[in-house]
């Protein structure tokens, strides 16, 4: 038997799956990590936490299986945290800068008083701000000593986590990152799809600093001197997670859309071989590149906090001891009470893009329990993705018919009923809702000619669950009007 290695490093930890040829997973490991905040607004990784996560789980779920099986390694990962690191050592030169970090922020404002945000958004699809790599990049040259020269020496090398990892899975071997993630950093053109002279000016990056680009699929380095695995094993798929997971819903028709809950909210619509500008605050970004040339675009709302909210509920307040606990305490009262949450803990994201924002809850009266605020919090991050679709439905010119969903916590029956409520279209869950996971799978395996083609994917996909609009639309509307009095409060 025969399996592939999908590697999904995400934001809190990293999960490893091995999957078989008929896309059963055959082996399964996560590992958490810690999360370090140096300052209000900062969020850093440990690099070296980073890698040894994804040992862990990889030991995990390689535990029955053997080595000699594997025959390709897909990666996908969390997208526009920012890693540099020494050439030579591999040390890490400062500690990752996440992409919830908003240190960067009067730098964006910067930016964009200055009249750069037009030309930006023109080359990369995306608006100034401290969610994507390249200010995160610019910070690190600018405040940790010696950076800056080590940078133009050529000493250091500068990539997303995907880059990271596939530095360290190769033995430093191979320094590439795939279109996607370079389409997340404000450094890439993705019409011309390659880094671009021009926005490195702008933010004073060095393009010795630059991986190479390769497609989302097709071999571009192999295995050397990891623990556990042979020397000489393909990786042959990366893609940023968001973008992973639309390949793993198999969402390849123009139109297709899905939305991964995990520590954010991210909905990704398939556009088809151009890009398509946003009128409505939405990012324009890659979808994929295979190593056929096949080249898809997609538009993308982000909302910054989603399953993060439900573990503030947990570790910030004490509500319960696991996040799975929170669909029982919210399904015990019948609504929210009038309570409502923006989860906006590190600024919103898409349409509204304000970085200063912070998180807000109103209606709170002394009937309120920790039930109704909980229930609150999930109807939020529900609410969130209401702005998005709409502002996506407008700029597609094309009504949403069905919402994939994926990612933790979409598992939660309650949050997905109301998110079918509150938009009006169905809801469809997948067998196998780590879909990013499996989207990495996939382009590796189509890397290495393990599957065929999409047409695997497209028949390997099962629906588990259909959840259908069943709310008055009355009801709906009121509940909007009090989300948007909420959120521009926040």
Known sequence: MRHVIAIDQGTTGSTVLVLDEQLQVRGRGYKEFRQIYPKPGWVEHDPEDIWNSVLTALDQAMGFIDPKTIEAIGITNQRETAVIWDRRSTKAAHNAIVWQDRRTAERCAEL?????????????GLTIDPYFSGTK????????DGMAVAARDGGLAFGTVDSYLLWRLTGGGVHATDVTNASRTLLFDINKLSWSEELCEMLGVPTTLLPEVVPSSG????TRGVA???????????????????FGQACFTPGDAKCTYGTGAFILMNTGDKPVASRSGLLTTVAWKLHTGELRYALEGSAFIAGAAV?????????FKSA????ALAASVPDSG????????????APHWRPEARAFISGITRGTTRAHIARATLEGIALQNVDILRAMERDANRSLGTLKVDGGAAANDLLMQFQSDVLGVEIARPELVESTALGAAFLAGLGTGFWKDTGAISSAWREQKRFKPAADRAWVKDHLARWDAAVAKA
């Open 112 to 124: 964009k008083a200055s009249g750069k945000e037009a030309r930006v958004r023109e080359l990369t």
């Open 137 to 144: 990049v610019s910070w690190m040259l600018h405040n940790v």
């Open 219 to 222: 071999e571009c380095g192999k």
């Open 228 to 246: 556990g695995l042979p020397d000489g094993i393909p990786i042959a798929g990366i893609a940023g997670d968001q973008q992973s997971a639309l």
């Open 311 to 319: 573990q503030w509920l947990r570790d910030g307040l004490g509500f």
């Open 324 to 327: 799975a606990e929170v669909e």
């Open 338 to 349: 009038g309570v409502i949450v923006v989860p906006a803990f590190a600024g919103l994201g």
